[in-house]
């Protein structure tokens, strides 16, 4: 430990490294960076950030909270290995939810134990004496959304990460990085695979590296949304302005294609996004009750048609993009455009 700190007051003040300490410092720097990039985004996203120094905040001097938060998007990391036989248990929907299955992001806590000792799951109630769970989850899930948005941008998929946070729960704080999430990568460079399936380090440098890959087109657009939305309106203009062809078929076709849009319902999202890589969801607010009869009633829909469609449930938390109601379908175009050249 004395020669680590003397090398490190060595290294600050002259800049050279060597041996097996070289890489260390190599490493830091790698993560400095991707943490740097990470929080900047975050940040430039409305999601506040900070460092931390002696367990406090240092961006509002609040106290970091002893509690972890959890964001999972898929059978991996800590749920996959802490529950024992939890991948090969049938569920009530008679599946398994097997290593690496998706599933809907959702918060847990657990309480940072002092190593060796593992951290421990804790209920939401007792987390709450600590970190406003209620605010925490919703930071939690906004910054899960944005990551995750981000990397798929670059060939990446992000399948859960923890955060540090004040006790209020509104700010990250500490570190953003390949340490506290789970990343995959989605492309063929065998490389790059590699790298990913070795050890952390060459995984930071690997995530770092594709960030700053030119984003990729996102040319494969699922539209859903509520009754009489706009949604097909929306396609057909899409099909027009954005030079979209007219595509129907399943999703194996649909994934033999590189460019459509298609209307999909709310629920079935999920089995069309885990299928096909490269695409992105966005729904369509709807508009009020009242709007909404007199569309279905200006086109002939029948009153059982427009009771059923009305009650369906709002399942738009699980898509990549919101597009509130007020926009006129140019402005509609245009964030699209956006959303599939990755610059949204």
Same mark, same amino acid.
């Given at each position: ?51 931390? *120094? ?18 999972? &998007? ?24 097997? $290593?690496?299955?998706? $599933? ?7 309480? !940072? ?6 951290? *421990?799951? %804790? ?40 955060? $540090?946070?004040?006790?209020? &729960? ?29 050890? !952390? ?39 027009? %302005? ?35 890589? &490269? ?5 369509? *607010? ?17 009153? *059982? ?9 709002? %399942? ?29």
């Amino acid at each position: 430990m004395i020669f680590r700190a003397l090398l490190v007051l060595f290294t600050m003040s002259t800049g050279f490294v060597f041996g097996e300490e070289a890489a260390l410092v190599a490493v830091d720097q790698v993560q400095e960076e991707l943490n740097a990039f990470l929080c900047s985004y975050l940040h430039e996203n409305g999601i506040p950030t900070s460092g931390t *120094e002696n367990g406090v905040s240092l961006e509002n001097g609040q106290r970091i909270a002893p509690v972890k938060v959890v964001v999972s &998007g898929a059978m991996v990391g800590d749920i996959a290995t802490r529950y024992n036989g939890i991948g090969t248990t049938e569920c009530r929907s008679k599946e398994e939810l097997c $290593l690496g299955a998706r $599933l809907k992001p959702f918060v847990s806590f657990d309480w !940072r134990n002092a190593k060796p000792l593992d951290n *421990e799951c %804790m209920p939401d109630t007792l987390a709450n004496y600590y970190i406003n769970c209620e605010q925490a989850k919703a930071t939690a899930l906004n910054a899960y959304k944005l990551l995750k948005n981000l990397f798929g941008r670059h060939g990446m998929e992000l399948q859960d990460a923890s955060f $540090l946070m004040n006790e209020e &729960g509104n700010t990250v704080c500490g570190e953003v990085s390949t340490y506290n999430a789970s990343i995959s990568y989605l492309g063929e460079n065998a490389t790059l695979h590699a790298a990913f399936d070795s050890t !952390r380090a060459e995984r930071s440098k690997a995530v770092l590296a594709l960030l700053k890959t030119t984003p990729i087109p996102r040319n494969r657009v699922i539209i859903s949304g509520p009754y009489c939305a706009g949604k097909t309106t929306l396609i057909r203009e899409m099909e027009k %302005m954005l030079d979209i062809p007219q595509m129907e078929g399943n999703c194996q076709q649909l994934a033999d294609s590189l460019k459509w849009a298609i209307e999909v319902p709310a629920k079935e999202r999920a089995s069309y996004q885990d299928s096909i890589p &490269g695409t992105v969801s966005v729904y369509l *607010e709807g508009p009020d009750k009242k709007t909404a009869i007199e569309r279905a009633q200006a086109r002939g829909d029948k009153k *059982e048609t427009i009771e059923q469609n009305l009650s369906e449930e709002d %399942m738009s938390e699980e898509f990549d993009y919101r597009l509130p109601t007020n926009l006129e379908i140019a402005e509609e175009i245009q964030l699209l455009q956006r959303i599939m050249e990755g610059t949204f």
